[in-house]
């Protein structure tokens, strides 16, 4: 058995040893506590006084106290309330005297995690040590979890320039309040990514984030989307459905591209935002709701609103807590950092094995203009690995999209078949591959566009994609979605 291993049987078959302090006016019950406990190999501290007990908890801590209820000069629902007040992961259980079972129930609602009435044998009391302290673990654990899921949220961001710093700073300062929030900048700039660090950061984090796409959906989609519907409200409509506004009750609803919102539907969500409340389509009656509302668009909202083409009361609304995320080309010592980010995570994601990027290879990164900002990248870097038989990018591999055809990569069917005529085995796969993916991203990662674009059969490509195992993005599986 690994060390590991048997670490893991160990926490199944008994807990860590924990650190207990009893409170008890009865000599002979801290004697009886101890007895049990000890064997178990928890360290117990006892005082038969509560003020002291106080004291001792100021220097030390515990992870469980047993009080007494009555004792002289102080009550054990002093102690207890005492506890939760100041050491809130502290488990406690209250010891009860015959008749004092009542105040002994009202001590768990104030917090106590379990009562138990004397006399009591040593069983009973290990049983319910051991299941304070299981329970104490499991919200250790799950608090550990939500705080790994933030930092990750905060540490996926990457950039050390002053101006994603800024954008930091205008994160923390956001995070803990219910402002809604508009974030702009240019396409791939990261807007998405800062939004979910924003909700995870928050204390909604608990509750959904979900996300209404006005980019890519109808007027009549994104309306049911966003209200949800009745059973029979419209042809079609043969089920119930929740809305996003009601799923993302007491979390966040990001509202990407907004700008692409048409004005009706602006002029309903504006409803929405001013009196938090909505009404399903088809139904009677509305619902309250409690949302944080994060907005993004790529597009300059005020000049829509100039040209008549956004509501101007419905852009103050969303233009309460402006964050803009700079363009890659604005902040071009983040590249190096970036560029490197990306190899580990297509390493670990992908298994791709490419660790160096050579110093004529990241000079051309750093004065590339990047007009699809980071997501292009992104994809620039996923490429060239792809494309890298020596494990070290260089300027060969790194083809850019808008130059993918003239740069070896074949734009249609018919060339891949030419190209294959004249290529080693080796070679073949990797243009054939970038063939796909070049193929995937003209088209918006859309198969069936993809397909007809380069002259091929949509389950030909399929076939390629599975070959290669390139990584789908959400796009083709709403396409399927939409097939099925
Ligand atoms: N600072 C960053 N650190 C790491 N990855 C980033 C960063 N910025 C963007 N990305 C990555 O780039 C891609 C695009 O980011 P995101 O979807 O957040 O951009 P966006 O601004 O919402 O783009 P669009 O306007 O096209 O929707 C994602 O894969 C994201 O993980
Ligand atoms: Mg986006």
């Not at 009562?115 to 673990?137: C, G, H, M, S, W």
């Not at 979890?145 to 994160?171: D, H, T």
Request: charged share 30%; net charge negative.
């Amino acid at each position: 058995m690994t060390t590991s291993n048997r670490k893991a049987e160990d926490k199944e078959s008994h807990l860590t040893p924990a650190h207990i302090l009893v409170i008890d006016d009865e000599e002979i019950l801290l004697k009886s506590c101890q007895r049990s406990l000890e064997p178990l190999g928890h360290t117990v501290v006892t005082t038969r006084s509560p003020e002291e007990g106080l004291k001792i908890l100021e220097d030390q801590r515990f992870d469980l106290v047993l009080s007494d209820l009555r004792m002289p000069h102080m009550d054990g629902l002093d102690v207890l309330r005492n506890v939760k007040e100041n050491w809130p992961d502290t488990e406690v259980i209250i010891i009860t005297g015959h008749g004092t079972v009542n105040t002994a129930v009202s001590a768990m609602k104030t917090g106590a995690f379990d009562y138990i009435e004397k006399p009591f044998t040593p069983d009973t009391l290990n049983i319910i040590v051991e299941r304070a302290l299981k329970t104490r673990q499991i919200y250790i654990e799950h608090a550990q979890l939500k705080k790994e899921v933030r930092s990750f949220y905060i540490k996926n961001i990457i950039g050390k320039s002053p101006a994603m710093e800024n954008v930091y700073k205008l994160i923390d300062s956001v995070t803990s309040t219910a402002s809604t929030v508009l974030i702009t900048g240019e396409s791939g700039t990261g807007k998405e990514l800062v939004a979910r660090a924003i909700h995870f950061n928050s204390p909604r984090s608990d509750d959904s984030f979900m996300v209404l796409d006005c980019g890519t959906l109808s007027e009549n989609l994104i309306e049911s989307e966003l209200f949800g519907h009745m059973k029979g409200s419209f042809t079609g409509a043969t089920e119930n459905k929740v809305g996003l506004l009601e799923a993302a009750d007491k979390g966040t609803l990001f509202l990407d591209e907004i700008g692409n919102l048409p004005m009706q539907l602006q002029t309903k969500l504006l409803r929405v935002l001013q009196e938090k409340e909505f009404r399903p389509i088809g139904a009677k009656r509305s619902n309250k709701v409690d949302v944080r509302f994060i907005a993004a668009t790529n597009r300059d909202l005020k000049e829509m609103v100039d040209n008549g083409e956004f509501r101007e009361d419905l852009y103050y609304r969303l233009n309460i807590f402006p964050i803009h995320v700079p363009s890659l080309s604005e902040r071009r010592e983040d590249i190096p950092l970036l560029s490197y980010h990306f190899l580990g995570k297509f390493e670990s994601e992908l298994g791709l094995k490419v660790d160096n990027i050579d110093a004529d290879a990241m000079n051309i990164l750093i004065n590339y203009d990047w007009p699809g900002n980071v997501r292009e990248l992104e994809n620039a870097i996923h490429r060239a690995m792809l494309l890298s038989e020596t494990g070290i990018i260089t300027p060969s591999q790194l083809i850019f999209l808008d130059e993918a055809v003239r740069g070896g990569i074949p734009g249609t069917a018919e060339e891949l078949k030419e190209i294959k005529k004249r290529l080693r085995s080796r070679s073949i796969e990797s243009v054939e591959k970038a063939f796909v993916i070049s193929a995937l991203e003209r088209n918006d990662w859309n198969v069936s566009k993809a397909a007809r674009s380069v002259g091929m059969q949509r389950t030909n490509l399929h076939a390629l994609i599975r070959k290669y195992d390139v990584p789908m993005k959400e796009k083709d599986a709403e396409e399927q979605g939409d097939e099925a």
